[in-house]
């Protein structure tokens, strides 16, 4: 079983609809990171969280919740997607020595 | 502003050559990461450090702190290293991305 799961892996969605993306870890790592990848651009940060009670703004929040439901669990949320959220997206964890394992990763679209 | 630059941007190289990769980055750091994107596929680290030298196959990487500046090598390259190579500096609390390298290795 991989370290961090991702679900799901493809997911196709119209403009307007909500969506949640979903991450679980079992590398027992406190910090959780999603980002979201755009061709060109690298990886940029959407939320991370380095506690359970610990919820942080990335360089590019707006449109994005994000819900830390337990250690493991990190999920992201797209209240209303919007086409220019179509994008591949990364949940990431790492641990006290910033060594980052990544999920397989969200290929997201929105028509 | 980019706090982490690569270069170069795309990179063909025939199998066998050796290859090198840049890295330059302008914040302070804790440890600099070399990762690698296979397409399609999940991103892993290949190396995380923060200073000299790190070898792992015919995969090295170097650091220098003074100069704000990484390279990773590799030698005798194989189709299979085709992917993306992807530098990342870390400063504790965020890290910061470059934008990739794509390399691609022709038999």
């Known amino acids: 079983d991989a370290d961090v799961t991702q679900t799901p892996r493809n997911r196709i969605t119209k403009t307007g609809k909500r969506i949640m993306l979903e991450c679980s870890q079992t590398?027992?790592?406190?910090?959780m990171y999603w980002y979201r990848q755009d061709p060109g651009l690298g990886l940029r940060l959407i939320y991370y969280?380095?506690?359970?009670?610990?919820?942080n703004k990335g360089e590019i929040s707006d449109g994005y919740s994000v819900s830390r439901q337990a250690q493991a669990k990190f999920s992201l949320s797209l209240e209303s997607a919007i086409p220019n959220q179509t994008a591949l997206y990364f949940c990431a964890t790492s641990d006290a020595g910033e060594k980052l394992f990544f999920g397989s990763g969200t290929q997201l679209s929105v028509l | 502003k980019n706090e982490v630059e690569q270069s170069p941007q795309n990179l063909t190289a025939q199998e066998g050559e050796f290859i090198t990769i840049n890295c330059s980055y302008s914040v302070g750091i804790s440890a600099l990461h070399w990762l690698q994107q296979h397409p399609g596929g999940g991103i892993v680290s290949l190396f995380m450090?923060?200073?000299g030298k790190k070898k792992h196959g015919r995969l090295i990487a170097t650091i220098n702190i003074q100069e704000k500046h990484s390279s990773l090598h590799i030698t005798a390259s194989h189709p299979r290293d085709s992917a993306v190579y992807i530098c990342a500096a870390s400063t504790g609390n965020q890290f910061y991305f470059g934008t990739g390298t794509s390399l691609t290795v022709i038999p």
């Open positions: 590398k027992g790592h406190d910090r």
């Open positions: 969280s380095f506690d359970v009670k610990d919820i």
């Open positions: 450090l923060s200073s």
